[in-house]
């Protein structure tokens, strides 16, 4: 059978296709993978042995300015003009999409020829490339049980598989938390300015010094942090990129970081405990940090109310509770089968 999965964009659109087309690749499909320049190099090293890549010209149509939004239409109208002609002569049996504007050109080329389309939304509120091509897709995928913002006219089926994860996290799902005060700060790959000045305060402000802080933040502030907890005598390694993120997140008793998709069901899927502060310009985010609280694994907090009073006195509480930590564990935990369920859905 032959697949075309179309991503690009960011890591958090890649990396869960990339888990998908290994295992296609695994049962035996021809899979051939669509992206645009800006994750160009990370598809060609993280595609699974014999798959084909593909380039296509798109961007985000978000920018401020009209004729930047113009110029992005105008890319992503070429390259679906582009891959209906090439769909013309090499007819996948399916296309699986994976969100952002680099899935537009092949959703279109699908609908062009009658191809069965399977698109993945890894948020809680579905974004705008994926409302817009909702108009042309068989199945709709979710990472979360609800997704706000799915068109009510709709045709396409919509059915809860998760959000694929790499092996590493899986294989640390359902860790037991150490119990030994261990807290992760992660802002994702770029750091998180609000912080880094929230929470290195609200640690030292803690009556208790035991807490080992494992931070992550922009190259330019590692220094100053790490000078900031040891003259407070607070143990921490402050890194400007992990490169075991499984392992770290295992390791913690306690997350604070933003809530990305592929954040929140890491956290999901090891079972950890978290206080998520979302983007404030993302309402994705905010629909995912949501979700994660609902289950009771944590909290979501607006910027805005993220002060050091407050994450001072939520972190003595949890610490001093390690029983309430670990009922957080167990509530944010949930099986992460994505991988397979979109698969099977896909080759079915």
């Not at 999901?268 to 502060?277: D, K």
């Amino acid at each position: 059978m032959k697949i075309w999965i179309a991503t690009g964009g960011t890591g958090g659109h890649v990396y869960p296709a990339m888990a998908v087309a290994t295992e296609l690749v695994a049962r035996g499909a021809r899979v051939t993978i669509s992206c645009d320049g800006r994750v160009k190099d990370m598809v060609r090293k993280s595609r699974p042995h014999g798959a084909r890549m593909a380039h296509v010209w798109a961007s985000g149509v978000g920018a401020k300015s009209k004729f930047k939004q113009m110029w992005a239409l105008f890319k992503i109208g070429m390259s679906a003009l582009a891959l209906t002609l090439r769909f013309m002569i090499f007819r996948p049996a399916r296309v699986v999409a994976f969100g952002g504007y680099a899935s537009v050109p092949a959703v279109f080329a699908a609908h062009v020829w009658g191809i069965p389309t399977f698109l993945h939304e890894q948020n809680a509120a579905i974004g705008r490339a994926n409302k817009f091509t909702m108009r042309w897709v068989k199945t709709l995928m979710t990472s979360f049980p609800t997704v706000s913002g799915i068109p009510q006219n709709t045709s396409a089926r919509v059915i809860y598989t998760g959000l694929p994860v790499r092996r590493e996290i899986l294989a640390a799902a359902a860790t037991p938390l150490p119990g030994q005060m261990r807290l992760l700060v992660t802002g994702g790959s770029l750091g998180a300015t609000i912080l880094d000045d929230i929470v290195p305060p609200s640690v030292v402000a803690m009556k208790n010094k035991k807490i080992f802080v494992t931070h992550q933040t922009r190259p330019e502030n590692v220094a100053r942090l790490q000078k900031f907890y040891a003259d407070n005598k607070i143990h921490a390694n402050v890194l400007s990129f992990i490169n075991d993120m499984a392992g770290a997140i295992a390791g913690a008793d306690l997350v604070i970081g933003r809530s990305g998709a592929s954040t929140v069901v890491e956290l999901q899927t090891i079972g950890r405990p978290a206080i998520l502060v979302p983007l404030n310009i993302n309402p994705d985010q905010a629909a995912n940090a949501a979700s994660f609280a609902h289950t009771g694994g944590g909290f979501a907090i607006e910027q805005s109310m993220f002060t050091q009073k407050w994450l001072t006195a939520t972190l003595t509480d949890l610490f001093d509770n390690p029983s309430r930590l670990n009922k957080m564990a167990q509530k944010s935990r949930v099986e992460n089968n994505a991988v397979t369920l979109i698969s099977d859905a896909v080759m079915a």
